[in-house]
């Protein structure tokens, strides 16, 4: 055989798999343009769904709740990161299946079987982390930002002796700012509560081990504060949330891979593969 009828051998197979993966993406761009569509005609309910921790943090000082347009075009923009984000959640399930459809032919049936709890796990926790942004943190938080509104209205009611003061503050978000500092708060816990996925995946791949994990927990506190930092809204209070959320994750993630470990070392026993480790 020559050279040139090697390289055509090669290129068949190359080409059939670009044809798969276009074939991949354009179901997937149609699965998220239809949801975006969804949600761009649908967004009053995903900012209804949004508002109401606020609403509720206003309501229990006996206030509207009432958003401003401080700009011209901000409804308009603002409409369209609700279809975008909402589009991509509502479609995620498509793209998911598309990204496994192309990716299992290459893999040999246990590694189908270690990734796929994983690839499940991922998006699942993600919610979680939301799910427990939106019920908890959000309603902890407005309710502690919207307090400084009573302390300005406390400390205007001490100085009336003074000319030409207000008479207090009112709050009166802006859409656009609240939707940002929302999705900040629901993407950061979302991505955080990746991380027993992340370590948990690492250890089963023989990257990181329970001992190693334990060994470096003080040098985990400083990252998990600098992360929290860099990813929190701009706070002290809600950089504390995140890091008390995350490091019980980072203990978890340390007994899961134990347990793991376990199993391992059960099944190499049986198998007659098991080698005690090194005490050093």
């Given at each position: 055989m020559t050279q040139t009828?090697?390289?055509?051998?090669?290129?068949?197979?190359?080409i059939?798999?670009?044809?798969?993966?276009?074939?991949?993406?354009?179901?997937?761009?149609?699965?998220?343009?239809?949801?975006?569509?969804?949600?761009?005609?649908?967004?009053?309910?995903?900012?209804?769904?949004?508002?109401?921790?606020?609403?509720?943090?206003?309501?229990?000082?006996?206030q509207d709740c009432t958003f401003v347009l401080v700009k011209v075009q901000e409804?308009?923009?603002?409409?369209?990161?609700?279809?975008?984000?909402?589009?991509?959640?509502?479609?995620?399930?498509?793209?998911?299946?598309?990204l496994w459809r192309f990716i299992a032919p290459g893999l040999y049936r246990n590694e189908k079987m270690a990734f796929l709890p994983f690839l499940i796990a991922s998006p699942v926790m993600f919610c979680l982390g939301g799910g427990f942004a939106y019920l908890v943190v959000l309603p902890f938080a407005f309710d502690?930002?919207?307090?400084?509104?009573?302390?300005?209205?406390?400390?205007?009611?001490?100085?009336?002796?003074?000319?030409?003061?207000?008479?207090?503050v009112v709050f009166q978000g802006s859409v656009e700012a609240f939707f940002a500092l929302t999705?900040?708060?629901?993407?950061?816990?979302?991505?955080?509560?990746?991380?027993?996925?992340?370590?948990?995946?690492?250890?089963?791949?023989?990257?990181?081990g329970s001992k190693g994990l334990k060994s470096t927990r003080k040098y985990a506190v400083v990252a998990i504060m600098i992360v929290s930092s860099m990813i929190a809204p701009p706070d002290v209070t809600s950089m504390l949330i995140l890091f008390a959320v995350i490091y019980p994750l980072y203990e978890i993630s340390i007994w899961i891979i134990v347990y793991f470990e376990k199993q391992a070392e059960k099944q190499a026993k049986l198998d007659g593969t098991w080698e005690e480790p090194d005490e050093e």
């Open positions: 009828e090697n390289l055509d051998g090669s290129a068949a197979p190359l059939e798999h670009l044809k798969e993966l276009r074939n991949r993406i354009m179901v997937s761009i149609a699965a998220y343009a239809v949801a975006f569509m969804i949600c761009y005609v649908e967004w009053g309910y995903v900012f209804a769904f949004l508002s109401r921790p606020m609403c509720q943090a206003l309501a229990s000082r006996a409804g308009f923009f603002v409409t369209l990161k609700i279809a975008m984000w909402g589009g991509f959640v509502l479609a995620f399930p498509v793209i998911a299946i598309q502690f930002f919207l307090s400084y509104q009573d302390s300005f209205k406390t400390a205007m009611q001490t100085t009336n002796a003074l000319a030409q003061v207000p008479k207090g999705m900040q708060f629901l993407l950061a816990f979302g991505l955080c509560f990746q991380l027993p996925v992340l370590l948990t995946l690492m250890g089963k791949a023989g990257l990181i």
